[in-house]
Nanobody, 124 residues
Framework: DAPLVQSGGGSVQPGGSLRLSCAST????????VYWYRQFPDNPGNACES??????????YYEDSVKGRFTISRDRSKKTIFLQMNNLKEDDAGVYYC???????????????WGQGTQVIVSS
């Protein structure tokens, strides 16, 4: 499978916005459900948590912690998935990953395809 390539991220103040991208040249990339995960700075090992996902037919799911603030979308022509993050909080800071693996508890977990991770810093 073709690798997932992430872009975006950076540093913002609380209340700011960032957009992450996850692209692939893989033929079947958007035929899969694609997940976003995040890894907090103080997490032991590679422990991470789910942020949300987008299915092959465009349904989106979010964890309660990001509902109303984060939006997952896609551009089929560019084979790219986006994570728009608004009203960012300091608790949102961490490394964000896109992946085709469901239910991961470590990032990466050795299954499916993973992006390289993108740093998000939220600090005043």
């Amino acid at each position: 499978d073709a690798p997932l390539v992430q872009s975006g991220g950076g540093s913002v103040q609380p209340g700011g916005s960032l957009r992450l991208s996850c692209a692939s040249t893989g033929f079947h990339f958007l035929d899969n459900e694609v997940y976003w995960y995040r890894q907090f700075p103080d997490n032991p090992g590679n422990a991470c948590e789910s942020v949300g996902s987008i299915t092959y037919d465009g349904r989106v799911y979010y964890e309660d912690s990001v509902k109303g603030r984060f939006t997952i979308s896609r551009d089929r022509s560019k084979k790219t998935i986006f994570l728009q993050m608004n009203n960012l909080k300091e608790d949102d800071a961490g490394v964000y990953y896109c992946a085709t693996t469901e239910g991961a508890v470590s990032c990466p977990d050795g299954f499916g395809d993973w992006g390289q991770g993108t740093q998000v810093i939220v600090s005043s």
